[in-house]
């Protein structure tokens, strides 16, 4: 078994049944993707167009490609056709070049909401204004090609573990109340994707069910 399928079977081990993994493969060859993808894994995060599209191209169709890095609307045509979930919309315009996009590509782009928790200016995301402003407006009712499956946030950089707690906090209430106002009757809006590979547990312990995991799973990553 290699380190990677060790690596994983290891963290799944730990993960509770209702928390999805998100194996976060930017920067990594396509080998060690493999490696991954024959211990079973099938959910793979990547944060660039250009990278995660390479990858789309040379690996198993039944891969699951999740966008997690900031997305600029002149690249969405490229991840369009085949893209499972994009976790970074941080604009109404973002969601409707998505729309846009799938509707050409005559499917519907399951979409997460970024919300911006850090205490940190190079984090993107919606601040709560943001937020109801997109979810109260007319235009979201016609974007016919997306689904908003739920919220995304990363918490500050940062060993203080109850700054931590508080973030991930925050978005856990908000997700309840954007649940109980805007999709109470619809399953689709099930998704808290927070937590990454040093601050997943408590992540979970504050409602997370999607994790985005690299270097626990792969090693630290490889600047480019």
């Known amino acids: 078994m290699s380190t990677v399928s060790q690596n994983l ?10 928390v999805t993994l998100v194996a976060v493969s930017k920067t990594k060859p396509a080998e060690q993707i493999m490696e991954a993808y024959q211990s079973g894994h099938r959910i793979f995060g990547e944060n660039k167009v250009q990278e995660m599209t390479k990858k789309y191209e040379q690996l198993p169709k039944d891969i699951q490609w999740h966008m997690i890095g ?20 941080d604009s109404l315009r973002l969601l409707q070049t998505i729309n846009k996009e799938g509707a050409k590509n005559n499917r519907v782009i399951p979409c997460l909401l970024q919300i911006h928790i850090a205490k940190e200016e ?3 995301g ?18 016919n090609h997306i689904t908003i499956n739920g919220l995304m946030g990363m918490a500050t950089f940062t060993e203080d573990k109850e ?30 994707s927070m937590g990454m590979s040093g601050d997943y547990q408590i992540a979970i312990e ?11 799973i792969f090693g630290e990553r490889r600047y480019q």
Do not use: C, W
Not at 9 to 18: H, V
Not at 130 to 140: H, T
Not at 166 to 177: A, I
């Open 9 to 18: 079977t290891e963290l799944k081990k730990q993960l509770p049944a209702n």
């Open 70 to 89: 900031h997305l600029q609307r002149n690249k969405v045509k490229y991840i369009a056709p085949y893209v499972s979930l994009i976790h970074s919309v």
């Open 122 to 124: 190079t984090k993107f």
């Open 126 to 143: 919606l601040n709560e204004t943001e937020l109801f402003e997109i979810l109260d407006g007319d235009e979201i009712k016609n974007l």
């Open 163 to 192: 700054k931590i707690r508080s973030e991930f906090k925050t978005l856990k209430n908000l997700f309840d109340t954007v649940k109980n106002r805007y999709f109470s009757d619809n399953s689709t809006f099930s998704v808290l």
């Open 206 to 216: 504050e409602g997370s069910n999607m994790i985005r995991v690299g270097s626990a």
